[in-house]
């Protein structure tokens, strides 16, 4: 017997967390999830208006062109001049279907999938693309559209340096 999905549904939306930029934010939607499997990508979706978009872009790739030992950034895809997608990929079990709860690679499987991505995110964003944050992130997790969580973070919690590059001129 197969186990059932993990995760079901979820969206972690994240408004407003470059510095100077408030209406550009970003979802990350987590597909449904089969416990010791491999990792689904996860799709980060940003809106937001094109001048900071523009600037955004470029950025991101920085993020791609930059693989981290356990998952790497997949993108970013510009849909429109105001929305861009970027995906997480866990490289953890990389060529296996399943995963041995014994193995040093479970240690890093568990982190890549109870950790929410948008904190990799953003401290990729500090640390490879020196994107300057928001002091105060908000976090809302969601299922469809009912509002499970509102988690307020202090810049602090997520990366102990800020970035100093800003998305606004």
Request: hydrophobic share 45%; proline share 9%; aromatic share 8%.
């Amino acid at each position: 017997m197969r186990p059932g999905p993990l995760l079901v549904g979820l969206t972690i939306r994240v408004p407003g967390p470059f510095a100077g930029v408030t209406d550009l934010g970003f979802s990350a939607r987590y597909p449904d999830q089969p416990l010791l499997q491999r990792l689904r990508d996860v799709a980060i979706w940003f809106e937001g208006p094109a001048t900071p978009m523009r600037r955004l872009a470029p950025r991101l790739e920085l993020l791609a062109g930059s693989p981290r030992p356990t998952y790497r950034w997949q993108g970013p895809v510009a849909l429109t001049d105001e929305v861009l997608v970027l995906s997480f990929r866990d490289q953890t079990v990389e060529h296996q279907d399943g995963i041995e709860p014994a193995s040093a690679a479970f240690v890093d499987y568990l982190m890549n999938l109870v950790r929410p991505v948008v904190f990799p995110f953003l401290q990729d964003c500090v640390q490879v693309a020196h994107l300057r944050l928001s002091e105060h992130i908000d976090l809302q997790v969601r299922r469809d559209d009912e509002l499970l969580a509102a988690l307020p973070v202090h810049l602090g919690e997520i990366v102990s340096r800020n970035g100093d590059e800003l998305l606004v001129a």
